[in-house]
């Protein structure tokens, strides 16, 4: 397909594919001549990434262009899916402020739930938030830990078999970058009418 009907069928303007072709986040198309080239399926899956990644996610061009170089360099998917929860959830920020924390409340969630003992960014994020609950003097209990872990690894099994269907490349970012943003606001929602139906439970007769 042409570049007009590349637009139509993604609804992104001409200009808008050119600026990503500029870019790099576009694959130059097959030249037809000096003038003109064809784009491929694969265009259109990018374009769709692209525009996902912008306009619900929210990830400005720079983190965009690093997530699309990732999948255009071949990285293995593990490694793809560590770094779209790094830009998503902003995970890479608490490690560069942070860096590598052990803390005994976070080693013992891995060993309640029989999470990999390995050091990864979401790690360190969870530890942080339990420096941070500690100098707050918030408690933090084993029990507190071992519902909280039991419950969100049941959320990310049924997850990660949706994220990791896709074998396109394109579609798998898609799919984990939109799945952890909406999926999480859906957590957070779901969190909040549990509080209030409890809440609710519990002083619906002083009224």
């Known amino acids: 397909m042409q570049l007009k009907e590349l637009s139509e069928r993604t609804g992104v ?20 001549h000096a003038t003109r080239a064809e784009y491929s399926e694969q265009h259109v899956s990018r374009l769709e990434l692209i525009q996902a990644l ?6 400005p061009i720079a983190k965009i262009s690093s997530l699309v170089r990732m999948a255009d360099d071949g990285e293995p998917r593990l490694e793809v899916l560590a770094a779209v929860q790094r830009t998503v959830l902003g995970l890479d920020e608490v ?4 860096g590598d924390v052990r803390t005994p409340a976070g080693d013992a969630v891995v060993r309640f739930r ?9 790690r360190n994020a969870l530890n942080a938030q339990l420096v941070l609950m500690e100098d707050l ?7 507190l830990l071992d519902a909280y872990s039991e419950a969100v690894d049941a959320i990310a099994a049924v997850n990660i078999s ?8 394109n579609q798998l970012i ?25 809440a609710i439970r519990r002083y619906e007769n002083e009224a």
């Open 54 to 59: 912008r306009n619900v996610v929210g990830l």
């Open 162 to 169: 949706a994220t990791t269907e896709p074998e396109d490349v």
């Open 13 to 32: 303007s001409p200009a808008s594919i050119k600026f990503y072709l500029r870019e790099g986040l576009l694959p130059a198309g097959r030249a037809v």
């Open 174 to 198: 898609m799919t984990a970058a939109v799945g952890m943003h909406l999926h999480g606001q859906l957590v957070l929602k779901l969190l909040a009418l549990a509080h209030a139906s409890h």
């Open 95 to 98: 490690s560069t402020e942070h």
């Open 137 to 143: 003097g918030v408690p933090v209990t084993a029990e």
């Open 114 to 122: 029989n999470w990999p003992d390995v050091p990864s960014d979401a």
